[in-house]
């Protein structure tokens, strides 16, 4: 089954600077890979997502990646603010939806 | 924005008693997901379902598992034995679009199961 990991586990930066968070997946086949947020006692938030056949995604002050062959993608926020600061996981789906471990991220005014 | 719902927001059962959690989703959604999430770890998945059958599910979702559709509107998840290590938030899901892995889904905010 598909598996896919998740780094860093926790990541801090100072508000303005961007942060990045990376995942990897094993199944060539999973072809939609959502990023979601999670904030303390919530479920998660999908905040963007991108499909197999694109390689770049944006949408404000997010922006996802993906690399097919090297079967990677990325979230990377930039202008960071306190706000943003939440646990973020990133899943990819075939025909189940797999997390990866989630990356705490702490933005600090 | 419509949203997904989840109740109750915690609940508490003895180890071996049935426990039934329950969700509304989002109303024009055909698509239904059950998911985990033990304390500090990640979100698994548990089960999707469509069209009133279970069209995936995991290694976790076990015999002691069900879901069910009861009406128009709910969608259950029911655990027929808890065992300890059934304590986890287990969050509800629903998307629009057909396939059952690769559309938006749309998440609750999870109901706590401690069992004691």
């Known amino acids: 089954g598909e598996n896919v990991e998740q780094h860093p586990s926790t990541l801090s930066v100072q508000e303005g600077d961007s942060a990045v968070i990376k995942c990897t997946y094993s199944d060539s086949a999973s072809n939609y890979f959502p990023w979601y947020k999670q904030e303390l006692g919530k479920g998660p938030q999908l905040i963007i997502d991108i499909r197999s056949n694109v390689g770049e995604k944006k949408d404000q002050r997010i922006a996802v990646t993906l690399n097919k062959t090297a079967k990677h993608f990325s979230l990377h926020i930039t202008e960071t603010q306190p706000e943003d600061s939440a646990v973020y996981f990133c899943?990819?789906?075939?025909?189940?939806?797999?997390f990866g471990a989630g990356t705490r991220l702490t933005v600090k005014p | 924005e419509p949203e997904v719902t989840q109740t109750p927001s915690h609940q508490v059962t003895q180890m071996g008693q049935e426990v039934i959690l329950r969700c509304v989703p989002i109303?024009?959604?055909?698509?239904f997901y059950w998911y985990r999430q033990i304390l500090g770890q990640k979100v698994e998945f548990l089960v999707s379902f469509y069209n009133n059958e279970i069209s995936e599910k995991s290694e976790i979702f076990d015999d002691q598992f069900s879901v069910e559709r009861p009406d128009g509107s709910n969608f259950t998840l029911k655990i027929r034995s808890t065992k300890l290590e059934d304590s986890a938030m287990y969050f509800c899901?629903?998307?629009?679009?057909?396939?059952?892995?690769?559309?938006?889904?749309?998440f609750g905010d999870g109901t706590r199961l401690s069992i004691l």
């Open positions: 899901a629903s998307s629009a679009l057909g396939g059952f892995g690769n559309q938006p889904q749309h």
């Open positions: 109303s024009n959604h055909l698509y």
């Open positions: 899943a990819a789906s075939y025909n189940d939806m797999r």
